[in-house]
C-alpha cells in the first residue's frame, strides 16, 4: 500500500475500508504507520492538544457484570464504595481540576444509570459549577433515556461519554447485564439531544487486532468526536486480573489505526496509561491529540503537571 498516497486521499475526505484497515495493521514498516498517523493529526487537528479530568462521583455496587470494572458487586475488589457526592464536593474538585490544566470536566458515576431524581440533583451541581468554573462539562452516567439526556444538556453538560468498551462482535463475552445496541442508541440520543460524543474502549481484553479494528469503525460510525483508548490495568479480584499485557507494538498500531480510521476525532490517553509511560511520546507523535489527565476512577493516574510539562515540550499547545 503507498502510504503518501492513502495520507492524500485521506487528507481530500476519503475514508478507508475495513479491508484496507487490516492490511495497514499488518504493515512491516510500523515506523511508517506511525508517521502516517501523526501527520494526519497535524493536518485535521494541528497540534492543539485536548484535556479533560474525570471525578468518580458515586463508586462501588455495580449491578452490572463488566469483566474488567473493579466498581461491579459481581466480584470482589477493594475498591471504595460510597453513594453519590455533594455539590461542594464537586465543586472543590473542578476548581482543582481546572487549575490544573484540564480544559474539560466530568462527573462519572458507577451502576448501570442514574435515576429521574438523581439525574435532577445532578443537573442542579452542574448549574452551579458552569456558573462558577472554568472548565467544559462532561457526563458518564450510564444508559440514560432522552428525557435525561435533555436535562443535562439544558443544565450545561456538552459532552456525553459511553465507551462502546470493544468490538461489538466481542462484547457479548465480556459482559452480559447490557448490551453495545445499548450503548449505541445512548449516543445516538445524546447526539438527538444536542451532546457532543464521547466513545471509545479498552485494549488488552483478549481481543485481537481485527476486532480493535471493528471499534474503530463502530466509533466512525457513530461519528465519535472523543475516543478515549484504555489499556487494561488487570484489576485482582476480576475476571481478567491476569490478562497478559500487549506490546508496546500491539499498542502504537492501535493508537495510530484509530487516527488513520477516525482522522478528525481527538484520539485520547486515558486508563492504563501509568503502564505505557515509556512510549507516551511515540504515541503522541503517533496520532494521540488528547489525555484524560490527573487521577482515574478507581487507579491513580499520571502527575497533571508533569503531563502539561511533556505535553509543551513536545511542541503541542493545550487547548
Not at 143 to 150: A, I, P
Not at 193 to 218: H, P, T, V, W, Y
Not at 233 to 238: E, K, L
Not at 255 to 273: D, E, K, S, V
Request: aromatic share 6%; with cysteine; hydrophobic share 40%.
Amino acid at each position: 500500500m503507498e502510504l503518501t498516497k492513502l495520507k492524500e486521499k485521506i487528507k481530500n475526505g476519503y475514508a478507508i475500508s475495513f479491508e484496507e484497515a487490516i492490511t495497514l495493521s499488518e504493515i512491516e514498516d510500523k515506523e511508517a504507520l506511525y508517521a502516517l498517523a501523526g501527520e494526519l493529526r497535524l493536518h485535521f487537528l494541528g497540534r492543539n492538544f485536548d484535556t479533560c479530568s474525570i471525578m468518580n462521583a458515586r463508586s462501588g455496587r455495580c449491578s452490572e457484570d463488566c469483566k474488567w470494572c473493579a466498581q461491579s458487586a459481581c466480584y470482589h475488589t477493594k475498591v471504595e464504595v460510597y453513594p453519590l457526592v455533594s455539590l461542594n464536593e464537586v465543586m472543590e474538585q473542578a476548581c482543582y481540576h481546572a487549575k490544573q490544566g484540564a480544559r474539560r470536566f466530568s462527573l462519572v458515576t458507577s451502576g448501570r444509570a442514574v435515576n429521574s431524581a438523581e439525574t435532577q440533583r445532578l443537573a442542579e451541581i452542574y448549574r452551579a459549577v458552569k456558573k462558577e468554573v472554568p472548565v467544559k462539562l462532561c457526563a458518564s452516567l450510564g444508559l440514560l433515556n432522552k428525557e435525561q439526556l435533555q436535562l443535562l444538556r439544558e443544565s450545561g453538560v456538552e459532552r456525553y461519554h459511553c465507551n462502546l468498551e470493544t468490538a461489538p462482535s466481542f462484547f457479548s463475552s465480556l459482559c452480559t447485564t447490557h448490551t453495545v445496541e445499548q450503548k449505541i442508541q445512548t449516543l445516538r440520543w445524546a447526539r438527538e439531544a444536542g451532546l457532543k460524543i464521547c466513545s471509545g474502549g479498552i485494549i488488552g481484553m483478549g481481543e485481537n487486532m481485527k476486532q480493535r479494528i471493528e471499534l474503530a469503525f463502530a466509533l466512525r460510525d457513530l461519528k465519535a468526536d472523543s475516543i478515549p483508548v484504555n489499556i487494561l490495568n488487570p484489576i485482582p479480584g476480576t475476571p481478567l486480573e491476569n490478562m497478559p499485557p500487549l506490546t508496546d507494538e500491539e499498542i502504537l498500531v492501535t493508537f495510530a489505526l484509530f487516527r488513520i480510521i477516525n482522522p478528525t476525532a481527538h484520539i485520547r490517553f486515558a486508563g492504563g496509561r501509568s503502564k505505557i509511560l515509556h512510549i507516551q511520546e511515540k504515541a503522541m507523535q503517533s496520532g494521540i491529540s488528547a489525555a484524560l489527565i490527573g487521577n482515574l476512577l478507581t487507579t491513580v493516574g499520571p502527575d497533571m503537571e508533569n503531563d502539561r510539562q511533556t505535553i509543551e515540550r513536545l511542541g503541542f499547545v493545550i487547548m
